[in-house]
């Protein structure tokens, strides 16, 4: 079955500096793979999302890189700020109606 | 406004006393789903629903029912919860069947003694 690490745990970066979250499936048919955010006490939201047509997707400071041929996509962070700290899960549909989330990296921006 | 909520948002009970967890959305989405969080594991879907009265099961389902008698609720059922149900639970849900945004509800966080 689909299964989905998510490196690394814990992230702190000084604001101003760029981050990078990366998750590897195992499943080549997977073709959907969003990023949602958490923040403290709140619920996730998506932030971004790529098809598997597409091999990069940019939304302001946010990107998501997918490389297909390794498995993996990567959340990138440019000019962190602190509203950035929050909790990043990756997510992978497996077959049409099941998702597996990553187990999550804490970002810590530091002021 | 577009939203999902739940209730309870916040619920302590006692080990074998059935309780339910509502779930409704106001989108007409087709996709239903419940999660659960807890630490270092990430978020573990219990059950999911494409549509009324079609409901399967997650990867974490033992202990959990769930019913889909209207497109727009999604309830959770513990008919005899344990402490290892200790948890917060999201219900999500999503537009279509085909994988998507998910929209998640505010959460509940469930405590069994």
């Known amino acids: 079955g689909e299964n989905v690490e998510q490196h690394p745990s814990t992230l702190s970066v000084q604001e101003g500096d760029s981050a990078v979250i990366k998750c590897t499936y195992s499943?080549?048919?997977?073709?959907?793979f969003p990023w949602y955010k958490q923040e403290l006490g709140k619920r996730p939201q998506l932030i971004i999302d790529?098809?598997?047509?597409?091999g990069e997707k940019k939304d302001q400071r946010i990107a998501v890189t997918l490389n297909k041929t390794a498995k993996h996509f990567s959340l990138h962070i440019t000019e962190t700020q602190p509203e950035d700290s929050a909790v990043y899960f990756c997510?992978?549909?497996?077959?049409?109606?099941?998702?597996?989330f990553g187990t999550g990296t804490r970002l810590k921006v530091l002021a | 406004e577009a939203q999902v909520t739940q209730n309870p948002r916040y619920l302590i009970t006692v080990t074998g006393k059935k309780l339910t967890v509502t779930c409704s959305q106001n989108m007409n989405h087709e996709y239903m789903s419940w999660y659960r969080q807890d630490p270092g594991l990430g978020l573990r879907q219990i059950y999911y629903?494409?549509?009324?009265?079609?409901?399967d099961k997650g990867d974490v389902p033992e202990g959990y029912k769930v019913s889909r008698k209207e497109k727009r609720n999604f309830p959770l059922i513990l008919e005899s919860p344990s402490p290892n149900q200790t948890s917060l639970y999201f219900c999500?849900?999503?537009?279509?069947?085909?994988?998507?945004?998910?929209?998640f509800g505010p959460g509940t966080r469930l405590t069994v003694l």
């Open positions: 499943d080549s048919a997977s073709n959907y």
């Open positions: 629903s494409m549509n009324v009265e079609v409901t």
């Open positions: 790529i098809r598997s047509n597409v």
């Open positions: 997510a992978v549909p497996r077959g049409t109606y099941k998702y597996i």
């Open positions: 999500a849900s999503s537009l279509t069947t085909t994988p998507d945004t998910q929209y």
